[in-house]
């Protein structure tokens, strides 16, 4: 058993994460978006809240090997998911954000690769596209929305298309700025229904942006 005196040594993984965390800090870029959810426009404050997202639930996975960050924005998810060995694709239909998102890594030597269809062997890489006009079935282990989009979750197509691309036993994490009580009012009110043949939970992230997140699992 670890002794508790002794800290622990850190992964290559945490270090990474560590690493660009502090080049995050300082980077020199100015990100514009149209939409009211300005916190994305702060690298550090997203890759940390993301990176506290992912501490809180890693070990609820069942090791992905790949995942599909749904929503990606400017790429932060996408990246951190990378940097844990996991081979990533954002899906992200905006494309300014798309073109910010390989600038802003490219500062930090991080190549994110455009491509046109889902290829995991091309992580870290963005794909620009409407999420639910993706038709691959059964392709990843992981689907994340992090920081998740009101818009994106409300629209009953989005989760049927999670259903589709998860492989079987394959997980969801779905994170948001909103409080426990917020997501069991919101769950029980049916706006947002979770499908029958998922299992979930509610997990809290204390002191965090992102301050719950739904896992999901798909039975
Ligand atoms: C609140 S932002 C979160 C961005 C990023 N995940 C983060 O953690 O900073 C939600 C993102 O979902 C994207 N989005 C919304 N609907 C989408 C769709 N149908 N297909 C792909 N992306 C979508 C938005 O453009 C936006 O970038």
Redesign the pocket.
């Known amino acids: 058993m670890q002794n508790p005196n002794i800290p622990r040594q850190k992964t290559e993984a945490e270090l990474k994460i560590d690493s660009l965390l502090e080049k995050l800090k300082t980077v020199d870029i100015d990100l514009e978006q149209e ?1 009211a ?1 300005q ?2 426009l702060n690298p550090y404050e ?1 890759m940390l809240s ?1 990176r506290n997202v992912w501490e809180t639930i890693k070990d609820k996975l069942h090791n992905p090997e790949t995942a599909l ?6 790429g ?2 996408t990246v951190m998911l990378d940097a844990q060995g996991i081979k990533t694709v954002g ?4 494309p300014a ?1 798309n073109e910010q998102a390989l600038e802003l890594f490219n500062q930090l030597d991080i190549t994110l690769k455009e491509i046109d269809k889902i290829d995991f062997e091309n992580s870290p890489a963005i794909l620009e ?4 006009k993706l038709s691959d079935q059964e392709v990843t282990d992981l689907i994340t ?5 009101g ?2 979750i409300s ?1 009953p197509e ?1 989760l049927k298309t999670c259903e589709k691309l998860l492989k079987t036993n394959g997980q969801m994490i779905l994170s948001t700025e909103a409080d426990r009580a917020h997501v069991e009012e919101i769950l029980a009110s049916g706006n947002l229904k979770l499908p029958t043949n998922f299992s979930w939970e509610i997990i809290d992230v204390p002191n965090n942006f992102e301050k719950t997140i739904i896992l999901l699992t798909k039975n």
Do not use: A, C, P, W
């Open positions: 939409t959810d916190e994305q997203r993301i960050d749904v929503g990606s924005g400017f932060y998810g899906i992200e239909n905006v954000k596209t409407d999420f639910n929305m992090f920081y998740l989009s818009e994106l629209n989005t």
